[in-house]
């Protein structure tokens, strides 16, 4: 039975899901200037009344758990659950930020180990864990750009470079830093045009946003030229490291050429995106970029670890205390599982799972960039162009299959892209079966593609209309009401 | 073999063989030779009886104390409850809500949340949150300065210094000033937001509670902004709304602040969750997920992430504001506490914090040692002025195992004698009269 309740639609007048402690401690007033007259419009529901409720709106939720998930530049690896229940440790999540620091040094070695852990698999100096996700990982470590240039007395370099197939929040975050974005134009394998480049690089450009292995799967073979030239022409090299799997033990970003870059950590390193986030997105910078660290900063010391923020250089505070530390428990304790003698691995076996299913698939799937991808690859939609049907109707028919679709139109330079990354995490038996659903759907679209377009069939609700919902915007449960 | 990766010899060999290569090396074989890298500095991996062992030694290192500070962190009650819903792995381990017909779960959650944000804060439209208080806050900075076309942009004094910070940065790279409004008596003054208003001005961030634990009259205010068409921008803690007027009350335009304050959990200072929430007329111009309401094929009601225009996917460079993933999974914990506290609850639970806060201050008032700063009304956070060395009675505190009131003269040192406590519901008289007694002892 499909539940499609409101927690309000079941709130039952003087009902209550709590219990407060007695208190003999005198009530006082508000007062009457300052008074809200009326009262929130919450539920009024039992504790058993929420328990149901929210089981019962999970059950119309796909999570890992149930399936496979190749969602593309996401990396849905499986989210161990020793993680979760260190990071829920009472020593830890029950800690106040402004502790004495001889009360939190379990917690600062967290913090601490896990920076330097990054550091040294990335080739980067120190990493600051306070941004929360990966776009603010892109506006603290353009922040650090510009301060980079502006100490030096260098205004003029007002430019970021962007490739066209960048992730939506590189020219954005380059937008809300101040800068104006240009895009550079990708060769036909999505590498960047080294001739486009030199051609933009003069002395108004501030840096360039890289991702390497790039969005469409493809290591950037050039990248130590690409780096010659940018900082030749005085600019700082970002990397976009918000999926890091294919590079784990084989090759670092600060290896090649980069001076700052942000890493998701829960993308590579298996913390749970709960439906949006919370996210983590520590920001790692060369040597010569670490006074320009956003406040505060740990350090480890003689005595200990310390809190630190008054370097001169520094960009400034950026969270109100040091960002989502509990999430960055997770993949600490995710990096100590692994451990250097097994981190390769992720590397390759998440690059053989994209390689195969991208072989496995090619006759079916139109396949715009041949060759050897990292972790993960992009179709151009069906081969067969002649049926009408499109990657949007594919992946709603894949809902059918209690599989996750891959990420769809994006990135934006592959027009009916299909981007598929399947995590080390993934069974061959698991990948086997994607690959028979996949050539299930390509063959449906031949023989009877008013089926695939009519999709999805088996899920709680049929596809949407979105438009509707632009159109006449009901935001909240009082609109509802006054429809 | 490791017990995340399932891959057999076999499977490798049969994998490999349907690429076409001989060897896993292979697959990086494009790696320029110079970049390939030598061995990690990193542990070996440890078993699960090793990690265990590994954190509780790390967790003896770790001392939790029982707050009489707040300073932007609260030690309210959480429900078990919570805990276990939202770790479900339907919620915890799923992606953004882009594939809605599988999603109806999160989106739903997402409009709950919406719409309850809307009741306390009186606002009419709510995003599906933001990082924390602080960056929200920044984040309304941006809205009101892109909406009126601006570079210049007010802050109170008594606005979290955090905050302030946070707010002064974002504003430093992208070139907007960010002008002091002095404080008078511990409040925001009327009269410099007058002297300092003019139409170059995008608008006046504030904060209720203040940095103090006042909370503020901001009778005029909307007046003295909207003769300049100015933004009003308030940072208030949702969980006194039920008692206090709501930010609509007052004419704000955009209502931020973090969300922590319901029952997150105070986890050294994150997860927790900046909410922001405008009205009408500004919805297009906030950042972030919205989702709305619509129907499926069959004319089922249904949720969907709406207003994408916004957002950076489709906008890139012109988009409203970077920000992508949030912190979503703390979005449906707030949800949760508001279902469970419900009408009576948050306004109950934070009548006691209201209360007990107010047994310490008058407590405390009757030790020589201590003194009013301020005459004003306040709510769970006051501040006083004291005799005491400060260092030391938060020393002694410590060793007792309390956590002792913000020294104010932590962001400012001509507040040397300063400082600032915070009381929940879950300070009780007994641990509110033993911490007196403690205080009662120094000199
Ligand atoms: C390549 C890339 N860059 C940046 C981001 C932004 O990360 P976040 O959602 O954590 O802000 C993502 C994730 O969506 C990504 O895939």
Wanted: with cysteine; proline share 6%; aromatic share 8%.
């Amino acid at each position: 039975m499909y539940y499609d309740k409101l927690i309000f639609e079941i709130s039952t007048e003087g009902r209550k899901g709590y219990s407060l402690p007695k208190t003999e401690i005198e009530r006082r007033e508000v007062p009457d200037h300052l008074r809200r007259p009326d009262c929130p419009g919450l539920p009024e529901v039992s504790e058993l009344d929420v328990v149901r409720h929210y089981t019962n709106v999970s059950f119309k939720n796909f999570g890992i758990e149930k399936g496979f998930y190749p969602l593309g530049s996401c990396t849905m690896k499986y989210n161990p659950k020793i993680n979760q229940d260190m990071a829920n440790l009472p020593e830890f999540a029950g800690l106040h930020p402004y502790q004495p620091l001889d009360t939190v040094q379990g917690m600062l070695h967290v913090y601490y180990e896990t920076q330097r852990m990054l550091s040294e698999i990335s080739g980067l100096d120190t990493f600051t864990l306070n941004p929360y996700a990966g776009a603010h990982g892109e506006h603290i470590g353009l922040m650090i750009i510009k301060a980079y240039h502006r100490s030096r007395g260098d205004e003029k370099r007002t430019k970021i470079i962007v490739p066209d197939s960048a992730h939506g929040t590189n020219p954005a975050s380059a937008t809300v830093t101040g800068f104006e974005s240009v895009e550079v134009k990708s060769n036909a394998d999505g590498t960047v045009n080294l001739e486009d480049l030199k051609s933009v690089l003069d002395d108004t450009v501030a840096g360039i946003m890289l991702t390497n292995p790039n969005t469409v799967g493809i290591f950037e073979k050039d990248i130590l030229e690409i780096a010659k030239l940018v900082h030749q022409a005085g600019g700082l090299l970002y990397y976009d490291g918000a999926n890091l799997n294919p590079l784990l033990g084989f090759a670092r970003p600060g290896d090649m050429g980069f001076d700052i870059m942000h890493i998701n950590l829960h993308k590579t390193f298996s913390t749970p995106h709960g439906g949006g986030g919370p996210g983590s997105g520590p920001v790692g910078v060369t040597k010569a970029l670490v006074p320009f660290l956003p406040k505060p900063v740990v350090k480890k010391t003689s005595d200990g670890y310390s809190l630190d923020g008054e370097t001169d250089l520094t960009i400034g505070q950026v969270s109100h205390f040091v960002g989502n530390i509990g999430v960055a428990m997770k993949a600490y304790a995710y990096m100590l599982t692994i451990g250097k003698d097994n981190i390769t691995d992720i590397a390759r076996f998440s690059t053989l799972n994209a390689n195969y299913i991208k072989e496995s698939l090619k006759d079916d799937f139109l396949l715009p960039i041949e060759g050897i991808c990292k972790h993960e690859f992009v179709f151009d939609g069906l081969k067969d162009k002649s049926t009408g049907v499109t990657t949007l109707d594919v992946a709603k028919r894949l809902l059918d299959f209690d599989m996750h679709p891959p990420t769809v139109y994006f990135p934006l330079v592959v027009k009916e892209s299909i981007m598929v990354e399947p995590p080390e995490t993934e069974s061959k038996q698991t990948i086997d079966k994607f690959i028979e659903v996949m050539k299930a759907i390509a063959k449906e679209a031949k023989e009877d593609p008013d089926k695939v377009k009519g999709a999805p069939y088996n899920t709680v609700v049929k596809r949407l209309d979105e438009a509707l919902a632009a159109r006449k915007p009901i935001v909240k449960y009082k609109d509802l009401l006054s429809e | 073999m490791h017990k995340y990766m399932p891959h057999t010899h076999d499977d490798v060999r049969a994998m490999l063989d349907r690429i076409g290569v001989e060897k896993l090396e292979d697959l990086f074989s494009e790696i320029p030779k110079t970049l390939v890298h030598k061995e990690l500095d990193i542990p070996n991996s440890m078993s699960e009886i090793e990690l265990r062992e590994h954190f509780a030694s790390l967790a003896k290192q770790n001392t939790p104390l029982i707050p009489f500070m707040g300073a932007g962190a609260y030690d309210h009650y959480t429900p078990s409850v919570i805990r276990h819903l939202i770790e479900r792995q339907e919620f915890l381990t799923a992606y953004t809500p882009y594939q809605p017909e599988i999603a109806q779960g999160t989106l739903q959650y997402i409009f709950e949340y919406q719409s309850m944000i809307c009741q306390l804060t009186g606002m009419d439209v709510s995003n599906a949150s933001m990082y924390d208080g602080a960056t929200a806050t920044a984040e309304a900075m941006f809205m009101a300065t892109g909406v009126r076309r601006s570079k210049k942009i007010l802050i109170s004094a008594t606005v979290n210094p955090n905050i302030q910070e946070v707010v002064k940065t974002y504003a430093l790279y992208r070139d907007i000033e960010v002008i002091t409004v002095n404080e008078e008596d511990g409040q925001t003054s009327l009269d410099e937001v007058k002297a300092l208003m003019d139409k170059d001005v995008a608008g006046l961030i504030v904060q209720n509670p203040n940095l103090y634990g006042i909370t503020e009259d901001f009778t005029g205010f909307k007046d003295a902004l909207d003769e300049h068409k100015g933004l009003f921008i308030m940072n208030h803690d949702p969980s006194l709304l039920a008692h206090l007027k709501t930010p609509a009350s007052w004419g704000v335009d955009i209502a931020v602040g973090d969300a922590q304050t319901l029952g997150v959990p105070l986890s050294y200072g994150g997860p927790y969750i900046g909410y922001m929430a405008t009205t009408t007329k500004l919805m297009r111009k906030m950042p972030g997920r919205i989702c709305g309401v619509t129907k499926d094929q069959d004319g089922k009601r249904a949720f969907v992430l709406t207003l994408q225009a916004r957002e950076q996917h489709i906008r890139r460079e012109k988009a409203n504001s970077n920000i992508c993933s949030n912190q979503s999974l703390l979005a449906l914990f707030v949800t949760i506490y508001m279902a469970l506290m419900g009408k009576k609850g948050v306004y109950e639970a934070q009548q006691m914090s209201h209360d007990h806060a107010h047994y310490l201050h008058d407590k405390l008032l009757e030790l020589p040692t201590f003194e009013p700063a301020f005459d004003k009304p306040f709510f769970k956070e006051f501040t006083l002025k004291t005799t005491l060395d400060v260092d030391k009675m938060n020393d002694v505190l410590k060793e007792h195992g309390y956590l002792g009131p913000l020294p104010q003269k932590r962001f400012d040192e001509a507040k040397a004698d300063l400082v600032t406590f915070a009381v929940t519901e879950k300070r009780s008289k007994a641990q509110m009269d033993a911490f007196v007694d403690i205080v009662r002892g120094l000199s």
